[in-house]
């Protein structure tokens, strides 16, 4: 008989990469090394996996069940373009590296409006792509794979960078839904051990 071996999250409480990770593994009933030093990454035994991403799908071949994914095959799509543009289009080019660069090197008050600049343009693309589909969730009245890239880019957008949500009422209202998840408060930065002693060094 196989043993199951223990998963072990690498994260960061503010990473919304790692939020999106902590927010699967909460849905999947579970409680941080990555070649390139970025987290999250996930050690499950002897087995490494880097990258939010990766770490997903593998969490979703390894424990089917709820699925993240829809078994019909538009909606699978949907769901994999709208997490591709969050992890894409979006949050490469507001993590932390990315904004201390554009402080650096062209100034401190640039920093927001250029944020606040790329989530917008990304927001548009997923407010078309999202209307037509959406239901209680981005793509139904099921959480999958678009909710687990969405919720956490939403909370960090509107909370951390102030995006002004009145352009997007798909996804404020998808917004609201997610707050009222208890996998999604769970994941939530402030409610990491982590998060603690960051905010206090």
Not at 29 to 51: H, M, Y
Request: aromatic residues 10%; negative net charge.
């Amino acid at each position: 008989m196989a043993t199951e071996s223990k998963l072990k999250l690498y994260s960061h409480w503010i990473s919304s990469c790692s939020f999106r990770v902590r927010f699967a593994l909460n849905l999947k009933e579970f409680l941080k090394l990555n070649p390139i030093g970025f987290v999250p990454v996930l050690v499950d035994g002897d087995s490494v996996i880097a990258d939010s991403f990766a770490i997903i799908m593998y969490l979703e071949d390894k424990y089917p069940h709820p699925p993240l994914l829809p078994h019909d095959i538009l909606k699978r799509a949907i769901n994999f373009q709208a997490a591709t543009i969050v992890s894409s289009s979006i949050q490469p080019f507001q993590n932390y590296t990315v904004v201390k660069y554009i402080e650096e090197k062209i100034g401190p008050d640039e920093k927001l409006p250029w944020t606040q600049r790329v989530i917008g343009k990304g927001f548009t693309a997923l407010e078309k792509l999202l209307k037509k589909h959406a239901g209680r969730y981005a793509t139904g009245d099921e959480i999958f794979l678009a909710d687990l890239f969405l919720a956490p880019q939403l909370d960090t957008a509107i909370r951390r960078f102030s995006v002004e949500m009145k352009e997007f009422p798909t996804l404020s209202r998808l917004h609201e839904a997610y707050n009222e998840i208890p996998e999604f408060r769970e994941a939530l930065p402030e409610n990491q051990p982590d998060a603690v002693h960051e905010l206090n060094q």
